[in-house]
Nanobody, 128 residues
Framework: QVQLVESGGGLVQAGGSLRLACAAS????????MGWFRQAPGKEREFVSG????????IFGDSVKGRFTISRDNAKATVYLQMNSLTPEDTAVYYC?????????????????????WGQGTQVTVPS
């Protein structure tokens, strides 16, 4: 079983920054590709970012590319999402996800079906 706990959400003004963290329990965290998704009210869950187990390969959704970065610290079993230049369109619940069914070098998935485990989410609010 893999448990994921997101933290770092909150209210931030437009143009500001926020860093989310996802702490994972699991025997071999470094083997897990990790991803971030978000879901705004009335919208489908949207891919935000993903990172390979070895941290080398990262991908981003078009809506956040150039503004967000993803990183991981396998020693701490934690993945981070650094969010910069936030806008009200970034307001959503952000979810961390893990995929155990990959090699260390496997590219992360950009789809919900590509992940095995999900956290409870953390709210990010950027007021207009």
């Amino acid at each position: 079983q893999v448990q994921l706990v997101e933290s770092g959400g909150g209210l931030v003004q437009a143009g500001g920054s926020l860093r989310l963290a996802c702490a994972a329990s699991g025997r071999t965290f470094s083997n897990y590709a990790m991803g971030w998704f978000r879901q705004a009210p009335g919208k489908e869950r949207e891919f935000v970012s993903g990172i390979s187990g070895n941290g080398i390969k990262t991908i981003f959704g078009d809506s956040v590319k150039g503004r967000f970065t993803i990183s991981r610290d396998n020693a701490k079993a934690t993945v981070y999402l650094q969010m910069n230049s936030l806008t009200p369109e970034d307001t959503a619940v952000y979810y961390c996800a893990a995929d155990r069914r990959v090699y260390l070098w496997s590219p992360p998935s950009s789809t919900e079906n590509g992940y095995d485990y999900w956290g409870q989410g953390t709210q990010v609010t950027v007021p207009s």
